[in-house]
């Protein structure tokens, strides 16, 4: 990937792309260490998003003032964090320094209905992307459907996800160029019917056990 980024920035379309570095270390000097080699990696000068990864909570002051620090210089254009912990979603965006926010959400594990998109602020309301729209795979696999359901698609999951007008962007893992292809077209097909809606959540609350969260 790093050396596809070079290779499209060489063709002097940068402007194109929307790159994003993670860091998982919750050090601000490890992270500084990671984020200075990665962009000399992709030879970039900087990412449009740097998303701090897994927290339960807002990440402590030293990180927060690297992160910030680091999009006063440009080197980053927007804040991003991913969490577990949906219900600390609504009151950073309240505090306004992130600009989007990664949270779980498929037909499984619904919760972000009740405990995050309704309580976002209506105007100037954080990005919001979605990951784990299978599962982890397991709304595709047929042992884990409801006796006489068939699995459910790639597709019919992420059309699940952004069908909720809350989210703006869902996370897909691709394998293969196949696989992204196939992904892709779902963005060609007409939202999911009532009935399919009920029959998706109703795997979900069949894997989850009881009614999603």
């Not at 050396?3 to 270390?25: H, M, P």
Request: charged residues 25%; proline residues 7%.
């Amino acid at each position: 990937m790093m050396q596809a980024i070079r290779n499209i920035i060489r063709r002097g379309k940068r402007e194109e792309l929307v790159v994003s570095l993670i860091d998982y270390t919750h050090s601000a000097l490890l992270g500084g260490s990671r984020f200075a080699g990665g962009l000399k990696a992709m030879g970039l000068e900087y990412v449009d998003i740097l998303l701090l990864g897994f927290y339960p909570n807002k990440p402590r002051a030293g990180i927060m003032d690297w992160a910030l620090g680091l999009k006063e210089k440009g080197m980053v254009h927007y804040l991003a964090l991913s969490s577990h912990q949906r219900k600390v979603f609504p009151r950073l965006a309240k505090e306004g320094e992130f600009d989007l926010f990664h949270l779980r959400y498929n037909a499984v594990h619904r919760g972000a209905e009740k405990d995050v998109f309704p309580l976002l602020p209506p105007e100037n309301k954080p990005g919001i992307v979605g990951y784990t729209a299978t599962r982890w795979g397991q709304l595709l696999k047929e042992s884990k459907m409801p006796p006489g359901e068939p699995p459910l698609s790639a597709s019919d999951c992420y059309r699940f996800v952004l069908q909720n007008s809350s989210v703006d962007v869902c996370m897909t893992g691709a394998r293969s160029l196949e696989m992204m292809r196939e992904n892709l077209q779902m963005l060609g097909m007409p939202p999911l019917g009532p009935e399919e809606m009920k029959r998706i959540r109703k795997i979900g609350d069949h894997i989850y056990g009881k009614p999603s969260d």
